[in-house]
């Protein structure tokens, strides 16, 4: 059996992606440096923090879109996962007893392959969305020292006043 990507977008996300795209709008582009956040903020100059706040929101609003689409993607593969069980359960000899009737769904091929699509999608969507998390958390202390420094700027030039 071929391993297929973990993740795919589907129909789902191409039409989603699609009618926002009629509606003028267009999912953010993957930036092209991937940032790193240093030990120590404050020792960033004023233009190098800027810049990379700018590039943690690029690539928050990036992953923040893949992590969209792997929502998509995973409640897709859940509903082709119940139509192979429905398929299965179409198959099941009527006089089969619950639990051999559930065996037969279980080990219905179509069905493995379906769950284990379902579980690739939700494993991707979480790693996205934890990542999506974690450039939010940076972005949002670059803004706080941003913000510091700003203040810190104001209450000097109030001072020499």
Not at 60 to 84: F, G, K, P, V, W
Not at 131 to 140: C, G, Q, T, V
Request: charged share 35%; net charge negative.
């Amino acid at each position: 059996m071929s391993e297929e990507p973990i993740y795919v977008v589907t129909k789902m996300g191409e039409t989603v992606q699609q009618e926002l795209e009629d509606q003028g709008f267009r999912l953010p582009d993957r930036p092209s440096v991937e940032p790193f956040l240093p030990e120590d903020v404050t020792s960033l100059p004023d233009d190098d923090l800027m810049d990379l706040f700018t590039t943690f929101v690029g690539w928050n609003d990036y992953a923040a879109a893949q992590a969209a689409l792997a929502l998509i993607t995973e409640s897709e593969m859940a509903r082709e996962l119940d139509q192979a069980e429905a398929r299965a359960w179409r198959t099941v000899e009527g006089k089969a007893s619950v639990s051999a009737s559930k065996a037969h769904v279980n080990g219905d091929r179509d069905v493995i392959l379906a769950r284990a699509k379902v579980e690739k999608a939700r494993a991707y969507k979480r790693l996205v969305t934890e990542i999506a998390e974690r450039y939010e958390r940076d972005s949002n202390l670059l803004s706080r020292e941003l913000t510091r420094r700003t203040s810190q700027e104001i209450r000097k030039k109030r001072k020499w006043n």
